[in-house]
């Protein structure tokens, strides 16, 4: 009888790869310190020239503003009062899927970095504390944002009521109707949470008088919360969780960590894939190994991947463009479908922005972010699905993206019987995203992909700036 129960695994690396807390990296990685290309700087909305410390402090809290300018510090120390909070969840696990492996017959390796184990159930989370700790530091009494698919709501929530600070959240219409219980966890940690557009604010009521039905976007989310950090008199500042070199600049822990647990190994990846929305995920899980092929080492080869129904990298054009709906934001240099653009109501909502990491953009255009695809959400959850019967973890859609990606790339190797190192990142659970897995198994799911005549009413958003490249 104890014969039958003895386990037959056979495995010689561990599953499981967790840094020990003092080996968490004390020091953000700046990757624009290293990149080759000179930084296309950001614009003023009203002058159309380069932005100042001076002219970022209205919105951002003065620290933030000053790491969105730098280009010359490689590493930033992360504070201490940020440590002792990422102690509670950090280091975060490095999984080999043999599992999965075991599922495709495929002889290439797989590693994942998962996010999702904080009650914010993502990456958000590692910028959040950051951004409010500087709230908190400049004496502000509260922080305003927008959040999508409301991981990044949820991870402010938690790093606002840490540090004592108010939080006004505007939640993307559909996802606020699509995911009621992301609004009950963040109103847990005493955050106020208004769908957007809203009534609340004039960039608000604008797009709801011209699109009474509209079930909002990033951008337009993005609008109204900087709306209100700036009618508040200087006692709060807007934060943002993704697309801004700031963000990027916290997320770069992941790929710190995922390389530092990958050479306790003594293995090197071969291909580095991550979804791609905003660009925080994949920004944070390549930013160790971009610095490699920066420095003319041996790199990955690195894969985007984004929705169909918001293509920005695959379908876009890199140009100057305002990072939200109401144009009141500076103007970012980044692959971009157009400001007004407005993305079907996919469940991967915090993929569903208008435009991409300028940083991410830049690298692309420079052929250092080797490959962007688009996926369907049907195919997407097909992944998704596979990888929960094989791992174990129900991953969220934004994550399953590079799920997708993966599998394809492990399936070449059983094809070739190249034994490729892949890594990616599982950025956050799925948990909460349970109705959209119902659609998809109960057949009711469908796929919006926007035509040519709907990017080019995107594209007609894009200003013209002649002189200006």
């Not at 041996?298 to 305002?322: H, W």
């Not at 934001?329 to 157009?338: F, N, S």
């Not at 959850?381 to 599998?407: N, W």
């Not at 990142?425 to 119902?438: C, I, P, R």
């Amino acid at each position: 009888m104890l014969e039958s129960i003895k386990s037959t695994d056979t495995r010689t690396d561990p599953y499981k790869v967790y840094l020990q807390e003092d080996e968490i990296p004390t020091a953000f990685y700046n990757v624009r310190a290293d990149m080759h290309t000179a930084h296309a700087p950001i614009l003023h909305p009203g002058t159309l020239q380069p932005v100042e410390l001076a002219d970022l402090e209205p919105v951002f809290c003065t620290e933030l503003a000053k790491q969105e300018l730098n280009t010359t510090d490689r590493y930033i120390d992360i504070p201490g009062a940020v440590m002792d909070f990422y102690r509670m969840y950090r280091p975060s696990p490095l999984v080999r899927a043999y599992y999965l492996e075991k599922a495709l017959d495929t002889p290439a390796k797989i590693y994942y970095k998962y996010e999702g184990g904080n009650t914010s159930g993502s990456h958000k989370l590692n910028s959040a504390i950051a951004q409010a700790y500087y709230a908190k530091q400049q004496g502000l009494a509260g922080i305003t944002t927008e959040t999508g698919a409301g991981q990044w709501g949820t991870a402010l929530a938690m790093a606002s009521v840490y540090f004592g600070l108010d939080l006004e959240v505007y939640m993307v219409k559909a996802s606020y109707e699509q995911k009621p219980y992301r609004k009950t966890i963040m109103r847990t940690y005493g955050a106020s949470i208004t769908a957007s557009p809203s009534d609340t604010t004039n960039v608000g009521r604008t797009m709801l008088a011209e699109y009474p039905d509209s079930l909002g976007s990033l951008g337009t989310a993005i609008s109204e919360a900087v709306e209100v950090a700036l009618a508040s008199n200087g006692t709060k500042r807007y934060t943002l969780g993704s697309v801004l070199n700031q963000v990027l600049l916290h997320q770069s822990i992941i790929g710190l960590e995922a390389k530092a647990a990958l050479e306790k190994l003594n293995v090197y990846p071969d291909i580095v894939i991550g979804c791609a929305g905003g660009g925080s995920n994949l920004g944070g899980l390549m930013s160790s190994y971009m610095e490699d092929r920066l420095a003319g080492r041996k790199a990955p080869y690195f894969i985007a991947v984004e929705p169909a129904s918001c293509p920005s990298l695959t379908r876009g054009r890199f140009a100057y463009d305002f990072c939200d709906t109401g144009m009141v934001t500076p103007l970012a240099k980044m692959y971009t479908l157009g400001h007004a653009f407005m993305p079907s109501p996919s469940h991967a909502g915090g993929l569903r922005y208008h435009g991409m990491s300028p940083i991410l953009s830049q690298l692309y255009h420079d052929g250092l972010l080797d490959e962007a695809r688009s996926v369907e959400q049907t195919e997407v959850f097909e992944a998704a699905v596979q990888f929960a019967r094989s791992e174990g973890t129900l991953p969220a859609p934004e994550s399953a993206h590079a799920i997708h990606a993966t599998i394809q790339e492990a399936l070449k190797c059983r094809e070739s019987g190249e034994e490729k190192v892949i890594l990616f990142g599982l950025t956050g659970n799925g948990l909460l995203d349970l109705s959209a897995y119902e659609q998809y198994l109960t057949g009711t799911m469908s796929d919006t992909i926007p035509t040519d005549e709907d990017l080019a009413r995107g594209f007609a958003t894009i200003p013209s700036l002649p002189g200006i490249q």
